[in-house]
């Protein structure tokens, strides 16, 4: 044998050994090193888990008044193993099932297929669990009704009655509380799908929406687990495991059930009296904060819905109704969602600015009719002349001129549309430092972000923005084409990146595109009334379990001080006290017994309804009670409600009365939510059995 063919012999002898060796490798990692996890696999092919869920926590107030609790309901079910071994594979069965209850044959079939038994596009409605464990078709049958179907087994195989529970919104005192709350719903496919690190089982119900969601891991308890191991025809073998469900922990919330309540009406009482102003009036949002701690007491928003609809099942329409713009979105939580112009109530923020550049705040200025900026005149409110006064009063009457004059020469001072390497941006950072483009950091799901329309913002939207208007005239619909747009498109083609004039003096009146969320004025006013501390918006008090003990407290989080000087703010509380006594908001409160600081807004809107008619003005009320010692803040806000005072001003009025208790002109004693002042803080013992205190 000559050298190359020893060569070569040896090169495939290493071949093969290597071989060997990878082979012996991976044999050894399936065995050894990955058996468990294979095994495991193996054995869920065989095996089949039957699922019961646990009893939900309850949602309680801060007296213990569950909003959010389980009853008893009289299911249908249907058995899939009994139900397919009919020569029809139970068609007839259910189309008589179907009939007795009077639903959809079409629904009873989707509501009872696993969801990998349809097409993609045809599994809204299945069912998420196992086959081996009952299928509830409907929820809430007629005794009577499940009474026939359970002495008829010859005509309804297959088919049971048993109770089950219902998540169930009582709504106490009438309360609703949906955008508090939110909903419940059975697992998604998504659900499943998502990498959230919790274990979850096909047939649970899971929070969707809400402190339902927010807090699911709590309130979910831990289902009870059956698994059957079954054979490759489906038949069970045997049973592997048996573990009975663990009842979820109770959540105890800081909300007043009844404050809750008289908040919700008022909110719906300035939505009509809008409309019966003239005004569109579609939507609102009421909040109402403990400015100590900044604890959520109540919170509102309008239009709503009935969460207790998600357990019993939407219909198409219901569910398109939720998101319909015409039907004034009753899905969207306005009170942390909706973005609106905060208009005059902005002017706190435009008060700690003018005290920043060193204006004096004690001084004397000139309210014009109009101030002349560049080549446009910008009306004062109601066109009006109101001669010479001194900020408080300024404050008081809303005059916009004087902050129109003050803006202006800032922005002159800045270098206009060339600023200057480091500007002065008194108003931006009077903005900043209430921390406006920071969440609230409230325990809810999904809330906005508040937008400032700073240097900042200007060159981001330009970005995004500086093709369309770049090319309007070919980019933009025939509907768009008026000459105003045309010629704001072409200015902001040039120049749309920079802080112009308009947008200066537009911001000093909370104008513009500078927008906030009726949760952010909230706690922007507790602010202001405390002193200065920038509290987190906090719904959840503590999670406690079934026999008393507490899981998790949750404390108040101070998230910042106000930047400006204490003389600044106690200025500031004293121009919000003036409106109530002898500005915008006087004719309202007069006679009120309890000294009330606030102020109004009406935030001018662009653009049109649905019916193509424009837009309504914003309404705004903004406030903190008492006046010497402030403990509440309450900020209500009607879209298209027309003036601040009569619209949202009137409805924050009804809103302290329940709170202190207000009957006419006088405080009746006992009838106040508070009788201490302030709201409880012990935890109260929670039973499913509590009743709320009657409502003054």
Same mark, same amino acid.
């Given at each position: 044998?000559?050298?190359?063919?020893?060569?070569?012999?040896?090169?495939?002898?290493?071949?093969?050994?290597?071989?060997?060796?990878?082979?012996?490798?991976?044999?050894?990692?399936?065995?050894?090193?990955?058996?468990?996890?294979?095994?495991?696999?193996?054995?869920?092919?065989?095996?089949?888990?039957?699922?019961?869920?646990?009893?939900?926590?309850?949602?309680?107030?801060?007296?213990?008044?569950?909003?959010?609790?389980? #009853?008893?309901?009289?299911?249908?079910?249907?058995?899939?193993?009994?139900?397919?071994?009919?020569?029809?594979?139970?068609?007839?069965?259910?189309?008589?099932?179907?009939?007795?209850?009077?639903?959809?044959?079409?629904?009873?079939?989707?509501?009872?297929?696993?969801?990998?038994?349809?097409?993609?596009?045809?599994?809204?409605?299945?069912?998420?669990?196992?086959?081996?464990?009952?299928?509830?078709?409907?929820?809430?049958?007629?005794?009577?009704?499940?009474?026939?179907?359970?002495?008829?087994?010859?005509?309804?195989?297959?088919?049971?009655?048993?109770?089950?529970?219902?998540?169930?919104?009582?709504?106490?005192?009438?309360?609703?509380?949906?955008?508090?709350?939110? /909903?419940?719903?059975?697992?998604?496919?998504?659900?499943?799908?998502?990498?959230?690190?919790?274990?979850?089982?096909?047939?649970?119900?899971?929070?969707?929406?809400?402190?339902?969601?927010?807090?699911?891991?709590?309130?979910?308890?831990?289902?009870?687990?059956?698994?059957?191991?079954?054979?490759?025809?489906?038949?069970?073998?045997?049973?592997?495991?048996?573990?009975?469900?663990?009842?979820?922990?109770?959540?105890?919330?800081?909300?007043?059930?009844?404050?809750?309540?008289?908040?919700?009406?008022?909110?719906?009482?300035?939505? #009509?009296?809008?409309?019966?102003?003239?005004?569109?009036?579609?939507?609102?949002?009421?909040?109402?904060?403990?400015?100590?701690?900044?604890?959520?007491?109540?919170?509102?928003?309008?239009?709503?819905?009935?969460?207790?609809?998600?357990?019993?099942?939407?219909?198409?329409?219901?569910?398109?109704?939720?998101?319909?713009?015409?039907?004034?979105?009753?899905?969207?939580?306005?009170?942390?969602?909706?973005?609106?112009?905060?208009?005059?109530? *902005?002017?706190?923020?435009?008060?700690?600015?003018?005290?920043?550049?060193?204006?004096?705040?004690?001084?004397?200025?000139?309210?014009?009719?109009?101030?002349?900026?560049?080549?446009?005149?910008?009306?004062?409110?109601?066109?009006?002349?109101?001669?010479?006064?001194?900020?408080?009063?300024?404050?008081?009457?809303?005059?916009?001129?004087?902050?129109?004059?003050?803006? *202006?020469?800032?922005?002159?001072?800045?270098?206009?549309?060339?600023?200057?390497?480091?500007?002065?941006?008194?108003?931006?950072?009077?903005?900043?430092?209430?921390?406006?483009?920071?969440?609230?950091?409230?325990?809810?799901?999904?809330?906005?972000?508040?937008?400032?329309?700073?240097?900042?913002?200007?060159?981001?939207?330009?970005?995004?923005?500086?093709?369309?208007?770049?090319?309007?005239?070919?980019?933009?619909?025939?509907?768009?084409?008026?000459?105003?747009?045309?010629?704001?498109?072409?200015?902001?083609?040039?120049?749309?990146?920079?802080?112009?004039?308009?947008?200066?003096?537009?911001?000093?009146?909370?104008?513009?595109?500078?927008?906030?969320?009726?949760?952010?004025?909230?706690?922007? /006013?507790?602010?202001?009334?405390?002193?200065?501390?920038?509290?987190?918006?906090?719904?959840?008090?503590?999670?406690?379990?079934?026999?008393?003990?507490?899981?998790?407290?949750?404390?108040?989080?101070?998230?910042?001080?106000?930047?400006?000087?204490?003389?600044?703010?106690? *200025?500031?509380?004293?121009?919000?006290?003036?409106?109530?006594?002898?500005?915008?908001?006087?004719?309202?409160?007069?006679?009120?017994?309890?000294?009330?600081?606030?102020?109004?807004?009406?935030?001018?809107?662009?653009?049109?309804?649905?019916?193509?008619?424009?837009?309504?003005?914003?309404?705004?009320?903004?406030?903190?009670?008492?006046?010497?010692?402030?403990? *509440?803040?309450?900020?209500?806000?009607?879209?298209?409600?027309?003036?601040?005072?009569?619209?949202?001003?009137?409805?924050? #009025?009804?809103?302290?009365?329940?709170?202190?208790?207000?009957?006419?002109?006088?405080?009746?004693?006992?009838?106040?939510?508070?009788?201490?002042?302030?709201?409880?803080?012990?935890?109260?013992?929670?039973?499913?059995?509590?009743?709320? #205190?009657?409502?003054?």
């Amino acid at each position: 044998m000559n050298q190359r063919s020893r060569l070569s012999l040896l090169v495939v002898q290493i071949l093969i050994v290597s071989l060997l060796v990878a082979l012996l490798g991976r044999l050894f990692y399936l065995q050894i090193a990955a058996g468990p996890k294979y095994r495991d696999a193996a054995l869920s092919i065989q095996s089949r888990d039957v699922v019961a869920p646990a009893n939900r926590g309850l949602i309680v107030d801060a007296y213990g008044v569950p909003m959010a609790l389980n #009853k008893v309901g009289l299911a249908i079910t249907i058995d899939r193993i009994e139900i397919d071994k009919q020569p029809d594979k139970g068609v007839e069965v259910m189309q008589r099932l179907a009939k007795l209850l009077k639903l959809n044959y079409n629904d009873v079939y989707t509501n009872t297929r696993l969801c990998g038994e349809l097409p993609v596009g045809e599994r809204a409605g299945c069912w998420t669990g196992s086959r081996y464990q009952p299928i509830p078709i409907t929820k809430e049958a007629d005794p009577d009704i499940a009474l026939q179907i359970v002495e008829r087994p010859d005509q309804f195989p297959g088919v049971d009655a048993q109770p089950i529970s219902i998540r169930s919104y009582p709504g106490l005192v009438d309360v609703n509380a949906a955008h508090v709350l939110g /909903y419940v719903g059975p697992l998604t496919e998504d659900d499943l799908t998502k990498d959230t690190g919790k274990q979850y089982y096909r047939s649970e119900s899971i929070g969707k929406a809400g402190l339902e969601i927010q807090y699911d891991s709590y309130l979910r308890g831990i289902p009870g687990i059956r698994t059957l191991i079954v054979d490759r025809k489906e038949a069970i073998t045997r049973e592997s495991q048996n573990t009975k469900p663990i009842a979820g922990d109770h959540l105890v919330t800081s909300l007043d059930i009844r404050l809750q309540a008289a908040a919700e009406k008022a909110l719906a009482d300035a939505v #009509k009296r809008g409309r019966a102003n003239g005004y569109t009036s579609d939507s609102g949002a009421a909040v109402v904060m403990d400015i100590r701690t900044g604890r959520i007491l109540a919170l509102a928003s309008y239009p709503t819905y009935d969460p207790n609809a998600f357990e019993k099942g939407l219909t198409v329409q219901q569910a398109s109704d939720l998101f319909s713009e015409k039907k004034a979105v009753p899905a969207l939580n306005r009170a942390l969602q909706g973005l609106f112009a905060p208009a005059s109530t *902005f002017k706190s923020v435009s008060v700690v600015a003018a005290a920043a550049a060193g204006y004096d705040l004690n001084a004397s200025y000139n309210c014009p009719s109009e101030v002349q900026v560049g080549t446009r005149a910008f009306q004062n409110f109601d066109s009006k002349n109101q001669g010479r006064m001194n900020m408080k009063k300024a404050i008081a009457v809303s005059c916009d001129t004087i902050w129109y004059q003050i803006a *202006f020469d800032e922005w002159l001072r800045d270098g206009g549309l060339r600023p200057k390497n480091n500007p002065n941006d008194y108003f931006f950072k009077a903005a900043q430092s209430f921390q406006l483009t920071e969440k609230v950091g409230i325990d809810l799901p999904s809330e906005s972000r508040s937008r400032l329309a700073d240097r900042d913002y200007k060159k981001s939207w330009f970005e995004q923005n500086k093709d369309f208007y770049c090319n309007y005239k070919t980019r933009a619909t025939k509907a768009q084409q008026t000459p105003f747009l045309i010629q704001l498109a072409a200015e902001n083609c040039v120049d749309g990146d920079k802080v112009r004039a308009g947008d200066a003096v537009n911001f000093s009146i909370g104008q513009g595109d500078t927008v906030v969320t009726p949760l952010k004025l909230t706690q922007m /006013y507790a602010a202001i009334g405390n002193g200065g501390t920038i509290w987190q918006a906090l719904i959840a008090k503590a999670i406690v379990k079934t026999d008393g003990t507490v899981v998790k407290s949750f404390a108040p989080n101070k998230l910042g001080t106000l930047t400006t000087a204490p003389s600044t703010v106690k *200025f500031l509380q004293g121009a919000l006290r003036e409106v109530v006594v002898s500005g915008t908001g006087a004719g309202v409160f007069a006679g009120f017994p309890v000294e009330i600081s606030g102020k109004t807004g009406t935030g001018q809107v662009f653009g049109r309804n649905p019916n193509g008619t424009l837009k309504d003005d914003t309404s705004w009320f903004a406030s903190f009670a008492p006046s010497k010692k402030p403990r *509440f803040a309450v900020v209500m806000m009607v879209g298209q409600g027309g003036f601040g005072a009569s619209t949202s001003g009137v409805g924050v #009025k009804q809103i302290y009365e329940a709170i202190f208790g207000v009957k006419g002109n006088k405080v009746v004693p006992g009838a106040a939510i508070y009788p201490y002042g302030k709201p409880p803080t012990d935890l109260p013992k929670i039973s499913p059995a509590t009743k709320p #205190k009657e409502a003054p």
